[in-house]
């Protein structure tokens, strides 16, 4: 049961946090003093401060930008920063690292493999100076409800909960072969985008795998930054290589009119 | 950087199926959605095998999983009679089976009912951070799955679907009755499907004009092609296709138009509740069809309001 938000006085609570390495690990429980207002994250700093000084965390700006201190609490994917005490049940609280990515120690996860994957993306490809939406003097000249498909996927703070939580990585390891939720919405960013001219497709369809995704929309989710992942980045992805790998009469017309990608 | 490895599996939540470190309930969603999803799919295709009971003589009620009727023995029936084409070897001839593949087929492949039961029926995942009861995973990436990008296509028929509906449930908003006034019944079938035998080939065998008139099963046939709108219009591919597949909306080379963006701007504010209006109008034509069946066995009134 949940507790209102202020109604609680200090009381003291259960940590059960994962503690290991590489290695292997286990459970070891803790206690903190839990005030109101108070988020997981504070807690896990509390217990670094009276009773484990050296428990990893990841952490940073404590205000949901920064992405760092993903973890998964009461089984959930989620911001140690954002979680606050009151929203969670009562009992104990489980802390564990991400378990979709490599553990280092404790509650930080090696995340690497995700920057990797970034730079598969063909990055942002701005058409010439002269041409749709670009002045000569380089400059974007653009309308914002052209631009607002792109804004909403940049507001990623790549803390990669969505990539942890999608069961193609999770419970089926397709590191090699799928890109993942947050790599596709940052390639629906770039492809939505007025003035790119890149064509990410062809990798979309191959080497990112987006055909794995089975549109379950963990991701969207799991997401803090409330991105509708699955709606507004994957599926229109899905759909835009539909239009050019699976639809025969798209497909036929393309080929008749040479029509290229970009074409809008 | 290869995938990772195994020392993630020296988590407490191992693997395997319904494995997960969460504490709240779950398995409520996927079991009540199964539940939903399996009922309507038992419950549909036991009347479209039925061949009666699906349209109300004396009325312009018909069952919208019979709709269109191409062929069939109801007064709303394209051609009477069945379609020369059945053989013997199939099942006894109900209208519902030629056309039935359609509206199942959209919701088949839509996304939203793709989630609904990869993750209630298919357990792939159950839930979000639970374990699976398999390994090994193709996804959408191989056959058979790969063909739901066929997704368009049903929508187009699902589209014409609406209209048709639409217009059913004015209809049933339109009682047929004779010159003078009592209700028209000289129909040559019965609602069971069998002849009627106090069809008079004498007398009239359309109503002279119809009267309007308003009741449950008429508000419930309207209601069903309104949700259904609601469920066709906010397509995902359907976004895609009236402005979703544009990179802008200015106009000029390559861009879309106002038209474009304003079409897509409707079709998205439809698609942010594209579940619900999936479930409800699942549960509508469902219930429209348990209605008219019920009325037209005989079971309840109609709730005639007037």
């Known amino acids: 049961m949940s507790t209102a938000v202020g109604d609680a006085a200090p009381h003291q609570r259960t940590f059960k946090v994962w503690r290991g390495d590489k290695t292997g690990g286990k459970m070891v429980d803790y206690t903190a003093e839990i005030t109101p207002g108070m988020v997981v994250l504070d807690a896990i700093h509390q217990i670094q401060a009276t009773q484990a000084s050296d428990l990893a965390c990841r952490w940073n700006c404590k205000a949901g930008k920064c992405g760092s201190c993903s973890a998964e609490i009461n089984g959930k994917p989620r911001l140690m920063c954002l979680t606050r005490m009151e929203a969670l049940p009562e009992g104990d609280v489980t802390v564990q690292p991400m378990k979709a990515f490599p553990n280092i120690r404790d509650l930080v996860t090696d995340v690497s493999w995700n920057y990797t994957v970034n730079k598969k993306i063909t990055k942002f490809t701005p058409a010439n100076p002269g041409t749709r939406f670009v002045a000569e003097d380089g400059t974007f000249r653009m309308q914002q409800r052209d631009v607002e498909r792109t804004q909403e996927m940049r507001k990623c703070i790549e803390c990669f909960l969505c990539q942890d939580t999608c069961h193609v990585i999770r419970d089926h390891e397709k590191h090699e072969v799928f890109s993942g939720p947050r790599f596709f919405a940052r390639a629906a960013s770039l492809e939505m985008h007025p003035v790119d001219v890149a064509d990410r497709e062809p990798f979309l369809k191959n080497e990112g795998g987006i055909g794995f995704c089975n549109i379950t929309k963990c991701c969207t989710e799991v997401c803090p930054e409330h991105i509708t992942i699955t709606d507004?980045?994957?599926?229109?992805?899905?759909?835009?290589?539909?239009?050019?790998?699976?639809?025969?009469?798209?497909?036929?017309?393309?080929?008749?009119?040479?029509?290229?990608?970009?074409d809008g | 950087m290869n995938q990772p490895?195994?020392?993630?599996?020296?988590?407490?939540?191992?693997?395997?199926?319904?494995?997960?470190?969460?504490?709240?309930?779950?398995?409520?969603?996927?079991?009540?959605?199964?539940?939903?999803?399996?009922?309507?799919?038992?419950?549909?295709?036991?009347?479209?095998?039925?061949?009666?009971?699906?349209?109300?003589?004396?009325?312009?009620?018909?069952?919208?999983?019979?709709?269109?009727?191409?062929?069939?023995?109801?007064?709303?029936?394209?051609?009477?009679?069945?379609?020369?084409?059945?053989?013997?070897?199939?099942?006894?001839?109900?209208?519902?089976?030629?056309?039935?593949?359609?509206?199942?087929?959209?919701?088949?492949?839509?996304?939203?009912?793709?989630?609904?039961?990869?993750?209630?029926?298919?357990?792939?995942?159950?839930?979000?951070?639970?374990?699976?009861?398999?390994?090994?995973?193709?996804?959408?990436?191989?056959?058979?799955?790969?063909?739901?990008?066929?997704?368009?296509?049903?929508?187009?028929?699902?589209?014409?679907?609406?209209?048709?509906?639409?217009?059913?449930?004015?209809?049933?908003?339109?009682?047929?009755?004779?010159?003078?006034?009592?209700?028209?019944?000289?129909?040559?079938?019965?609602?069971?499907?069998?002849?009627?035998?106090?069809?008079?080939?004498?007398?009239?065998?359309?109503?002279?004009?119809?009267?309007?008139?308003?009741?449950?099963?008429?508000?419930?046939?309207?209601?069903?092609?309104?949700?259904?709108?609601?469920?066709?219009?906010?397509?995902?591919?359907?976004?895609?296709?009236?402005?979703?597949?544009?990179?802008?909306?200015?106009?000029?080379?390559?861009?879309?138009?106002?038209?474009?963006?304003?079409?897509?701007?409707?079709?998205?504010?439809?698609?942010?509740?594209?579940?619900?209006?999936?479930?409800?109008?699942?549960?509508?034509?469902?219930?429209?069809?348990?209605?008219?069946?019920?009325?037209?066995?005989?079971?309840?009134?109609?709730?005639?309001?007037?």
């Not at chain 2, 089976?97 to 509206?103: F, S």
């Not at chain 2, 009861?133 to 739901?148: F, Q, T």
């Not at chain 2, 009592?182 to 004498?202: I, M, R």
Request: glycine share 10%.
């Open chain 2, 5 to 306: 490895s195994a020392t993630t599996a020296t988590l407490p939540q191992g693997s395997g199926f319904g494995a997960t470190m969460r504490k709240d309930n779950w398995w409520i969603g996927p079991i009540g959605i199964a539940a939903l999803l399996l009922s309507f799919l038992i419950y549909s295709t036991w009347a479209a095998f039925q061949g009666a009971y699906y349209w109300v003589p004396g009325t312009n009620y018909l069952s919208p999983f019979y709709s269109p009727e191409i062929w069939g023995h109801s007064p709303h029936a394209f051609i009477l009679g069945q379609p020369g084409f059945w053989q013997s070897w199939m099942p006894p001839f109900s209208a519902a089976l030629l056309i039935l593949g359609l509206p199942a087929g959209f919701r088949l492949t839509c996304y939203y009912y793709r989630k609904a039961y990869y993750r209630s029926i298919w357990l792939d995942p159950v839930a979000c951070a639970v374990g699976e009861p398999r390994k090994s995973y193709w996804g959408e990436n191989a056959l058979p799955l790969i063909l739901w990008n066929v997704h368009r296509y049903f929508l187009y028929a699902a589209i014409v679907f609406v209209f048709l509906l639409g217009y059913d449930g004015i209809i049933a908003h339109m009682f047929p009755v004779n010159a003078d006034g009592t209700s028209f019944t000289n129909v040559q079938y019965l609602a069971t499907g069998a002849e009627n035998p106090a069809f008079d080939k004498t007398k009239p065998v359309e109503a002279h004009h119809h009267v309007f008139g308003m009741s449950l099963v008429s508000l419930v046939l309207i209601l069903n092609p309104l949700l259904l709108a609601g469920y066709t219009f906010g397509c995902h591919s359907l976004r895609h296709i009236v402005g979703g597949r544009k990179d802008c909306f200015a106009g000029g080379s390559g861009c879309g138009t106002d038209l474009h963006f304003k079409a897509w701007s409707f079709v998205s504010f439809l698609n942010r509740n594209h579940a619900t209006w999936a479930m409800l109008s699942l549960v509508v034509v469902g219930l429209a069809d348990v209605l008219v069946r019920l009325v037209a066995m005989g079971k309840i009134s109609d709730f005639r309001f007037f």
């Open chain 1, 232 to 262: 507004n980045a994957i599926i229109p992805l899905k759909e835009r290589i539909a239009d050019r790998y699976y639809d025969p009469v798209t497909m036929l017309w393309r080929w008749v009119t040479g029509a290229d990608k970009k």
